[in-house]
């Protein structure tokens, strides 16, 4: 019993213990919208997405999410190789994670659906199992998508590299996104999303070349600058971008400038400044991963939980109270245990946390 206490206990001590040379920028930012996705599953649960507060905190966030392919071109210096080797490694660090996430997401959903059932003689939810490969999504943990549409950047973006020149032209990739939900969007997976995901990545790889060229105090001020921009543009414009959905809002071209200054100004900033460690969101960003596979089926087990009393939870602020605490505490307390079964956590072999180390000297002075 001891040790089910003792383990995470360890694992927060040893990041408090963390080297002092480490720019914790990007952890921040990780933490930051792992937080955010959080609150806006829990107020999804709750009833209270639409209200006119929070709309106004998603018009000024709707890029977070977009934020991880962003990083991971950043970092990213491992896209080529031989094929094969390459296909294998990614497919056990995030194909396999989303398959079995996915799965026990469905064990969840349906093993608490017959109690619905005999109270209230139907699902509770409609049900379809076309969701699974049209939208890449599964009963009882829908957000798992992002891992496959993860993966097949990842794949793509390989494939890419292989082409010569043909990275320059990342920017006519949210075109194609865009296009395709026109149409609907009709690819399978979700994976419409799929380009700007790809300009994503290589706006994070250009950006990081940028940067290390202006140097940190020259970074800082254009930083501000893109910032400044973003503001903006955002309010005056009505844009706004659900990468989940591939849905978007508002002109296209205003759309991807406002992004793309976000990302940039912010990242930029940030590690110019080099901001101090903060405990709590640090450690989430560098966890991401677990809060990421496991707040979606904690969110099903409270709302079936109560609906099987006869009790919703939609419509009740004092829910989302009660959730917020409740999934960021189990969450904390699953991390050693989820990060050290690999075909869940995807670390096979010890591999490194997901938000990688950026020494101070990445803007030089």
Same mark, same amino acid.
């Given at each position: 019993?001891f040790?089910?206490?003792?383990? *995470?206990?360890?694992?927060?001590?040893?990041?408090?213990?963390?080297?002092?040379?480490?720019?914790?920028?990007?952890?921040?930012?990780?933490?930051?919208?792992?937080?955010?996705?959080?609150?806006?599953?829990?107020?999804? /649960?709750?009833?209270h997405?639409?209200?006119?507060?929070?709309?106004?905190?998603?018009?000024?966030?709707?890029?977070?999410?977009?934020?991880?392919?962003?990083?991971?071109?950043?970092?990213?210096?491992?896209?080529?190789?031989?094929?094969?080797?390459y296909?294998?490694?990614? +497919?056990?660090?995030?194909?396999?994670?989303?398959?079995? !996430?996915?799965?026990?997401?469905?064990?969840?959903?349906?093993?608490l659906?017959? /109690?619905? #059932?005999?109270?209230?003689?139907?699902?509770?939810?409609?049900?379809?199992?076309?969701? #699974?490969?049209?939208?890449?999504?599964f009963?009882?943990?829908? *957000?798992?998508?992002?891992?496959?549409? &993860?993966?097949?950047?990842?794949?793509?973006?390989? &494939?890419?590299?292989?082409?010569?020149? =043909?990275?320059?032209?990342? /920017?006519?990739?949210?075109?194609?996104?865009?296009w395709?939900?026109?149409?609907? %969007?009709?690819?399978?997976?979700?994976?419409?999303?799929?380009?700007?995901?790809?300009?994503c990545?290589?706006?994070?790889?250009?950006?990081?070349?940028?940067?290390?060229?202006?140097?940190?105090?020259?970074? /800082? !001020?254009?930083?501000?600058?893109?910032?400044?921009?973003?503001?903006?543009? %955002? !309010?005056?414009?009505?844009?706004?971008?659900?990468?989940?959905? %591939?849905? &978007?809002?508002?002109?296209? *071209?205003?759309?991807?400038?406002?992004?793309?200054?976000?990302?940039?100004?912010?990242?930029?900033?940030?590690?110019?400044?080099?901001?101090?460690?903060?405990?709590?969101?640090?450690?989430?960003?560098?966890?991401?991963?677990?809060?990421?596979?496991?707040?979606?089926?904690? =969110?099903?087990?409270?709302?079936?939980?109560?609906l099987?009393?006869g009790?919703?939870?939609?419509?009740r602020?004092?829910?989302?109270? =009660?959730?917020?605490?409740?999934?960021?505490?189990?969450? +904390?307390?699953?991390?050693?245990?989820?990060?050290?079964?690999?075909?869940?956590?995807g670390?096979?072999?010890?591999?490194?946390?997901?938000?990688?180390?950026?020494?101070?000297? +990445?803007?030089?002075?």
């Amino acid at each position: 019993m001891f040790a089910i206490f003792w383990l *995470p206990l360890r694992i927060l001590s040893k990041n408090y213990m963390e080297r002092k040379n480490r720019n914790h920028a990007f952890d921040l930012l990780c933490g930051v919208c792992i937080v955010r996705m959080l609150v806006l599953h829990i107020m999804t /649960f709750c009833g209270h997405a639409q209200d006119a507060w929070w709309q106004q905190v998603m018009a000024w966030t709707y890029y977070f999410m977009c934020f991880f392919f962003f990083k991971s071109g950043y970092f990213n210096r491992s896209v080529g190789g031989p094929t094969g080797a390459y296909l294998k490694g990614k +497919t056990l660090r995030l194909l396999v994670p989303y398959l079995v !996430a996915g799965l026990i997401g469905d064990a969840v959903y349906f093993s608490l659906m017959p /109690f619905l #059932i005999q109270r209230y003689h139907h699902p509770v939810e409609p049900l379809s199992w076309s969701h #699974i490969w049209e939208e890449g999504q599964f009963y009882g943990n829908g *957000p798992v998508w992002f891992l496959c549409t &993860f993966y097949f950047t990842y794949v793509g973006v390989h &494939f890419i590299e292989k082409v010569r020149h =043909l990275r320059y032209a990342f /920017f006519l990739f949210p075109a194609v996104s865009w296009w395709l939900s026109t149409l609907g %969007n009709p690819l399978w997976l979700g994976l419409d999303n799929l380009f700007m995901g790809f300009f994503c990545f290589y706006l994070g790889h250009f950006w990081h070349r940028l940067t290390v060229l202006l140097g940190r105090r020259r970074t /800082f !001020a254009l930083s501000v600058l893109l910032l400044g921009c973003f503001c903006m543009v %955002n !309010a005056w414009s009505d844009i706004y971008y659900a990468m989940s959905s %591939n849905t &978007f809002r508002g002109q296209l *071209p205003l759309l991807v400038a406002g992004m793309s200054c976000a990302l940039c100004g912010l990242t930029g900033l940030l590690m110019a400044l080099e901001v101090p460690r903060v405990p709590v969101i640090d450690f989430i960003g560098r966890h991401s991963m677990v809060y990421f596979i496991s707040h979606y089926p904690i =969110l099903y087990i409270y709302k079936f939980v109560h609906l099987s009393f006869g009790r919703s939870i939609y419509g009740r602020y004092d829910d989302v109270i =009660l959730l917020i605490p409740i999934v960021f505490i189990i969450c +904390t307390w699953l991390v050693p245990y989820v990060e050290r079964v690999p075909w869940l956590s995807g670390r096979w072999n010890n591999m490194s946390a997901p938000c990688q180390k950026t020494p101070l000297s +990445t803007l030089p002075s």
